[in-house]
């Protein structure tokens, strides 16, 4: 790991410590490990567990790319107190990792479902972003009693080659493994250029750090997570979510790989008007970094609403 990347992770622990979150691996079966950031266990796990469960629990997943806490990072910091977080880590990001060949949305769900039963979570809010959008997706309709409800930013029920195509014309890419296993910290900077409204200003031995710790790994892997994510259009049927009216759009207003016109469609035709659609300005993709206090505040009131009995 980087320098930086190390003294900022040295930080991040110690301050996830004291808003009572910790680093645990899980193992799902033998081969198959979920690192996950969860609410610390300490001298009783009887009180721990006893108050976890008093505490709502909110599961965030991530986008492609970037590991849980990179990508949570503010939202973890800003909700611990009320809730009980679990962070995990995507199968082949961060801690994660499998011996199985399975590469689809609903594996990723699977892992994360058996993963949050080992760590006692009987009802959740899923939070997904991108890719962990999709896996949130695949979740509430394999796992209907285990999500309650869902927060959605800059995702899609499934990525057809509708939306591949159309999404990849206007980001001027090839392929979606073009766009997101880059090469080169280049290829880093672009990614940032392109996921937010107003570009990061950060020097170029962060980008080589963050390129180094975060994509160099899992290549060929994250390949083919790429390859068994896109579906043909006739072969997408969209399910029938128990928990639609308990869905919530959060969104990027300037999102240009999944642009607000998408998150129109997913509310009317896909989700039937059912969901609720919520916008932060001059925020792209990666809406939860970029305006992290904008992106709290309605997410906050989201939660609030779904939990208020």
């Not at 799902?28 to 266990?41: L, M, Q, R, S, Y």
């Not at 949050?116 to 009987?122: A, C, P």
């Not at 159309?166 to 940032?192: D, N, Y």
């Not at 950060?202 to 083919?224: A, C, G, H, S, T």
């Amino acid at each position: 790991m980087g320098k930086s990347l190390a003294m900022c992770m040295s930080l991040l622990r110690v301050l996830l410590r004291l808003v009572g979150v910790r680093s645990q691996a899980v193992e799902i079966e033998p081969g198959t490990v979920v690192h996950f950031w969860a609410p610390v266990e300490n001298r009783s796990k009887t009180t721990i567990h006893n108050e976890a469960k008093r505490k709502p629990a909110v599961v965030f997943l991530q986008g492609f790319g970037f590991n849980g806490i990179s990508t949570w990072l503010f939202q973890m910091l800003a909700l611990a107190k009320d809730y009980a977080i679990y962070v995990p880590d995507l199968l082949f990001f961060g801690g994660s990792a499998t011996d199985r060949t399975e590469r689809s949305p609903a594996f990723q769900a699977e892992c994360m479902a058996k993963g949050l039963e080992k760590l006692g979570v009987e009802k959740c809010t899923l939070v997904g972003l991108s890719y962990g959008g999709m896996v949130g997706f695949k979740m509430a309709e394999m796992y209907p009693d285990l999500v309650d409800s869902m927060v959605v930013s800059c995702s899609v029920m499934a990525l057809t080659e509708s939306i591949t195509r159309s999404a990849l014309e206007r980001i001027g890419f090839s392929s979606w493994a073009h766009l997101l296993i880059p090469e080169t910290f280049e290829g880093v900077k672009k990614i940032a250029e392109l996921c937010t409204f107003k570009s990061l200003a950060l020097p170029d031995f962060f980008y080589r750090d963050i390129f180094q710790d975060m994509f160099i790994n899992y290549k060929k892997e994250r390949v083919e997570l790429l390859e068994a994510l896109v579906v043909k259009d006739k072969d997408f049927d969209i399910p029938n979510y128990p928990q639609a009216q308990r869905i919530h759009l959060l969104w990027g207003e300037e999102d240009v790989i999944f642009t607000k016109e998408i998150a129109r469609n997913l509310k009317e035709k896909l989700l039937e008007g059912k969901a609720t659609l919520h916008n932060v300005e001059k925020a792209g993709h990666v809406v939860q970094l970029e305006r992290p206090v904008a992106y709290n505040r309605q997410l906050k009131k989201i939660l609030a609403s779904l939990h208020a009995n």
